[in-house]
Structure formats: C-alpha cells, structure tokens
C-alpha cells in the first residue's frame, strides 16, 4: 500500500539548535513532494514544495528539505531553530502513477523548541 | 492569493441532527476539491475528492450517505454530516486545487462537536 513515513512523532530542541525531520514514502514513479506546518490553533501552510529539477529545495523560514530517489525520501531541515517553530510539521505526497493522484499526509512530527 | 476559506470554523450540534460545512475558493476556480478530517494530534486523513459537476469519490471506509459532499460549483463545496454522533466530532479540512494544478491550498478548517 502507498504509504508516508514520518519518523519522529514528537521532537523537542532548544533555540539554535540543528533541525532534521525524516520522511520516507512508498510510491513509486512520479511523485510531488510538500512539507506543510500547522501552527497550533492555525491551519496548515506549505512550507515548500518539490516536483522536479534540483533535489535540494528552500523553502520559507529558512527551511528546506533534499529529495534522494534512490532511498524515497524527503527530509526537512533547518539550521537554527527557533522558540516560534514549535508546531507540526506533515511530510505529504501525491503520486502519478495509474491516475493515482491523492495527497496523502504521513502521521505528523511534532517539534517543541525551547527557549 | 489562493484563498480557501472554510464555514463556519466550529460548530457544536445535538447526536441526530445534520450539520453543513462550506468550503470556497474565493480568488481562482477549483476544478477539484478535497476533504480531510483530522483527530486530535493525528494526521489528515483524505475522505473524499470532489470534482466540479460531479460525484465524489470516497476513500475506502469513509460512508457516502451519512458524508455527502457537493461540489456545484468552480468555487464551492459542501460537506454534510447527516445525522450526526458524538464519533463524528473531529475537525474537518478542505482542500482546494485549480485543473492541471499539483498544488493544494487548504482552508482554515471547522471544529465539529457533537453532544
């Protein structure tokens, strides 16, 4: 079954702190790849995007995440985290292939930062 | 640009009664529509894509009868939950996508409780 693997559910950093979420998915062929972030009581926000062309993408705030095909993934990262990038972080795919073209959300990571 | 709003953002209504979410895309026109629900401090789960003119698709597991979905026009869809139960209490996302797009603009959500 098609399926987004999000690895950590629940990650606490203080401020400047290195940041890196996993994200792994099961679709083969091609695929549009989102990181989105809710923020608490807020809805959700594309933080940035990839469909094709240079694997690594920024994104806004200072994130950005690298596709790697051969291991089917897309982490985020971001260098220096701070007190108000604690929030949910979804990894979230839409595949091609056979007219499949749903979204679909891995389970979520929620990040604390600590002052 | 790119606006989806959602109505209304909550919602409390009595076990039996039906209850009607709106979603629009207030500045460009959605071909395609999507539903999500969301549990608390779950994942997005896709209940059902809805293309202009059309009937919807559901996801496996997700009743057609007691979610129906309208999708009458390029800017709006609706979301009915007939005779609801306190199970159904869950917050409800739109989704809202222009034909030929890849990319998802998402409402704020409504916050359905039922008592």
């Not at chain 2, 207030?26 to 009937?55: C, H, I, V």
């Amino acid at each position: 079954a098609q399926s987004v693997s999000q690895h950590n559910h629940h990650v606490i950093l203080s401020e400047a702190a290195s940041l890196e979420l996993g994200c792994n998915y099961s679709y083969g062929g091609t695929v549009n790849l989102f990181w989105y972030v809710q923020y608490p009581g807020q809805h959700l926000q594309l933080l940035l995007k990839y469909f094709s062309g240079d694997p690594l993408v920024k994104g806004i705030k200072g994130f950005e995440a690298e596709f790697i095909k051969s291991k089917f993934s897309f982490n985020l990262r971001k260098p220096s985290v701070q007190w108000s990038d604690t929030a949910e972080y979804f990894c979230a795919v839409k595949s091609f292939s056979g007219g499949y073209n749903k979204l679909i959300f891995g389970a979520g990571t929620r990040l604390a930062v600590h002052p | 640009g790119a606006v989806v709003s959602q109505h209304p953002s909550w919602v409390i209504c009595k076990s039996g009664t039906s209850v009607k979410i709106e979603c629009r895309s207030l500045d460009f026109q959605a071909t395609t529509m999507f539903w999500y629900r969301q549990f608390p401090k779950q994942s997005l789960m896709l209940m059902a894509t809805s293309n202009e003119g059309s009937k919807a698709t559901y996801e496996q597991g997700v009743e057609k009868d007691k979610f129906l979905i309208n999708h009458a026009s390029l800017t709006l869809s609706t979301l009915t939950v007939t005779s609801a139960h306190p199970e159904d209490s869950s917050f409800y996302i739109c989704s809202a996508m222009t034909g030929g797009g890849y990319e998802q603009y998402f409402g704020p959500g409504t916050r359905l409780t039922v008592t």
